[in-house]
């Protein structure tokens, strides 16, 4: 089962930030927290991932909560492209690198 | 270009029959997914590799094999043992080690179609 819950979906108006929760709360001390986007009938594309600092790449920035129990994924100024499903994903932390996927939320970017 | 390739992207195929589905990858990865979306879900593991000659068991195996006699192949056996196979099939692969640089890599995808 998915460790993560998060919106089943959310707008976002084009130049916007889009401010994109998850919850994690049962998440282990070594589970990292890793989001992934996918584009409709294409393959999920990864974002990024963090442990317990607050991370930024060129695509986006995640915010992870003190208490590790929640994050957010910021897209700095959405654009028409940004319209996806997002996954939030905890990482097992066990050897199998295995990835859990849930039901994510549908970004819609809107003009 | 580096990257993983799923051929064919469309696959059509009557029902009893089993079908192929082909994963490669030039990345010089040691593991290798293989995952199912259904409409409007999440993805599904089906089985994964993490070296060669060897693989093991998702959540969702049962109707599927798979072989990794190459590091660089990972085939996907749809069997007509598979109740509900018509879906989007997704291949994937990883580096192992360290968790901070851990990322998987997704293929395009195929969508079978079973009728």
């Known amino acids: 089962d998915a460790k993560t819950t998060q919106p089943t979906s959310m707008d976002c108006a084009e130049g916007r930030a889009a401010n994109l929760p998850c919850n994690h709360s049962t998440i282990s001390g070594n589970e990292y927290v890793y989001w992934y986007r996918q584009i409709h009938s294409q393959g999920p594309q990864y974002i990024i991932h963090g442990l317990k600092n607050n991370e930024t790449n060129e695509m986006a920035s995640l915010i992870i909560t003190e208490d590790r129990k929640s994050s957010t994924l910021i897209l700095p100024h959405a654009t028409l492209r940004d319209t996806a499903v997002y996954y939030c994903?905890?990482?097992?932390?066990?050897?199998?690198?295995?990835?859990?996927f849930g039901t994510g939320t549908r970004l819609q970017v809107f003009p | 270009d580096g990257g993983i390739t799923q051929s064919p992207k469309y696959l059509f195929r009557k029902e009893g029959q089993n079908v192929t589905l082909s994963c490669e990858q030039n990345l010089n990865h040691d593991a290798m997914y293989w995952y199912r979306q259904d409409p409007g879900q999440g993805l599904r593991l089906i089985y994964y590799s993490q070296i060669v000659n060897d693989f093991q068991k998702g959540d969702i195996a049962e109707g599927y094999s798979v072989s990794r006699e190459k590091k660089e192949s990972f085939p996907l056996t749809v069997t007509s043992a598979q109740k509900n196979p018509t879906a989007f099939y997704l291949c994937?692969?990883?580096?192992?080690?360290?968790?901070?640089?851990?990322?998987?890599?997704f293929g395009p995808g195929t969508r079978l179609t079973v009728t």
């Open positions: 994937a692969s990883s580096t192992r080690g360290l968790p901070s640089s851990y990322e998987q890599y």
């Open positions: 994903i905890v990482r097992v932390a066990d050897n199998t690198d295995k990835l859990i």
